[in-house]
């Protein structure tokens, strides 16, 4: 199935089987805020993965990360059915990664599954990198993975850029995507979210379906 896409009926079908695991990964892990400082005696940020909606644990956070990757990436695809379903998007599964791209053509799922592993990376670079320490607590922006880069910490005040990446699509890999830290030690923000511009990303003479997360 890899590489070719379903007929239009199967795809609806599975289409519906994906959204339903899909949307409460995305839409309803529990988290710890991105905004509050962990405090239960449990709860060690150093072995979270934080994206721009909070702390995970690594397994929700791979889980969750891969959801986000098909919901960024094919936002079109991921809206096309009213549906509220639910499926766990695990690219090293092979049969939920062949359910996932079944839906997808070829060039689309090799993309979906490289954000999922920039996202797994990430995590990883995260769990084993000490956190910034000293100072005041907003004398940075804390690490985060926003839905298709890796950002580490950064000092408040600064801008910071990152390579696009190549899983989006028409990217120009050459150019890079740009991120805020503001002077209070938070993110620039967009609709109440962390946010990063990822329009010079974009060829512009292609077709933007998605310039910015």
Request: proline fraction near 6%.
């Amino acid at each position: 199935m890899l590489g070719q896409r379903l007929p239009c009926v199967w795809k609806q079908h599975l289409l519906v089987i994906l959204l339903l695991v899909i949307k409460p990964f995305v839409e309803e892990s529990a988290s710890i805020s991105y905004d509050s400082t962990p405090t239960h005696s449990s709860v060690d940020p150093q072995r979270m993965c934080t994206d721009r909606f909070g702390f995970y644990d690594p397994e929700s956070f791979n889980h969750r990360s891969c959801s986000s990757c098909y919901k960024y990436l094919f936002p079109t695809l991921y809206f096309s059915l009213n549906a509220s379903i639910t499926i766990l998007p695990d690219q090293f599964d092979s049969r939920s990664s062949d359910l996932d791209c079944s839906t997808l053509n070829a060039d689309e799922c090799k993309r979906w599954k490289d954000c999922c592993a920039a996202a797994i990376d990430c995590c990883n670079s995260q769990l084993q990198s000490p956190r910034l320490s000293g100072g005041d607590q907003r004398s940075y922006c804390g690490r985060v993975w926003d839905g298709f880069s890796c950002w580490d910490d950064t000092e408040a005040g600064t801008t910071v850029y990152r390579p696009c990446p190549f899983h989006l699509e028409h990217s120009v890999t050459i150019k890079n995507a740009v991120k805020t830290c503001w002077s209070n030690g938070t993110w620039f923000e967009k609709d109440g979210l962390p946010w990063t511009d990822y329009r010079p990303c974009v060829d512009k003479q292609e077709a933007i379906k998605m310039t910015v997360i």
